[in-house]
T-cell receptor, first 112, second 110 residues
Framework: DAGVIQSPRHEVTEMGQEVTLRCKPISGHNSLFWYRQTMMRGLELLIYFNNNVPIDDSGMPEDRFSAKMPNASFSTLKIQPSEPRDSAVYFC??????????FGNGTRLTVT | EDKVVQSPLSLVVHEGDTVTLNCSYE??????LLWYKQEKKAPTFLFMLTSSGIEKKSGRLSSILDKKELFSILNITATQTGDSAVYLCAVNQAGTALIFGKGTTLSVSS
């Protein structure tokens, strides 16, 4: 089992650019989570999907953030336009229930 | 406001020492408490605790929950340099997402 796969590992972009982060969950898992981690705020849930349907997006900071899960094996998190305060490590996690048990290695986003 | 507070924020010990990490919480509709270990990358799941007083154990790590006093501890005995990591505590509430604490950074020196 390859685990949760995220890409890219690192992303450096300029303010105002669009950023797309990708996640492939573990096969057979029906829940997918996007988290953001910063020194100041720790790990925060952005959005949670169950069976490809967004269940809780209350953590999405603002309209610049959007997430999709077109099928059970792929999800994207998009930021448009990006801002320096979006710099963080973004984690994707998957599980069979609604507790995230398996995290990907994260995408470190730097917005200059 | 729901919150999860971990202490200490950071800790430095020598190999072989025993450490205790603390997690206290104030949440509504508590369901379970989880511990994760985060090295340089992804958090990895350690324990899930739902009942008071029942110790969960895995090798040199153990954890227990006190639902009356609203806290949990994570013990690591005979620490090794490989135990150096950030240890995260999170609380699962009914119908909502996990709330994570800020973590305890453990450094084990040889």
């Amino acid at each position: 089992d390859a685990g949760v796969i995220q890409s890219p590992r690192h992303e450096v972009t300029e303010m105002g650019q669009e950023v797309t982060l990708r996640c492939k969950p573990i096969s057979g898992h029906n829940s997918l989570f996007w988290y953001r981690q910063t020194m100041m705020r720790g790990l925060e849930l952005l959005i949670y999907f169950n069976n490809n349907v967004p269940i809780d997006d209350s953590g999405m900071p603002e309209d610049r953030f959007s997430a999709k899960m077109p099928n059970a094996s792929f999800s994207t998190l998009k930021i448009q336009p990006s801002e320096p305060r979006d710099s963080a490590v973004y984690f994707c996690a998957s599980s069979l229930g609604w507790i995230p048990l398996h995290f990907g290695n994260g995408t470190r986003l730097t917005v200059t | 406001e729901d919150k999860v507070v971990q202490s200490p924020l950071s800790l430095v010990v020598h190999e072989g020492d025993t450490v205790t990490l603390n997690c206290s919480y104030e949440v509504t509709n508590f369901r379970s408490l989880l511990w994760y270990k985060q090295e340089k990358k992804a958090p990895t799941f350690l324990f899930m605790l739902t009942s008071s007083g029942i110790e969960k154990k895995s090798g040199r790590l153990s954890s227990i929950l006190d639902k009356k006093e609203l806290f949990s501890i994570l013990n690591i005995t005979a620490t090794q340099t490989g135990d150096s990591a950030v240890y995260l505590c999170a609380v699962n509430q009914a119908g909502t997402a996990l709330i994570f604490g800020k973590g305890t950074t453990l450094s084990v020196s040889s």
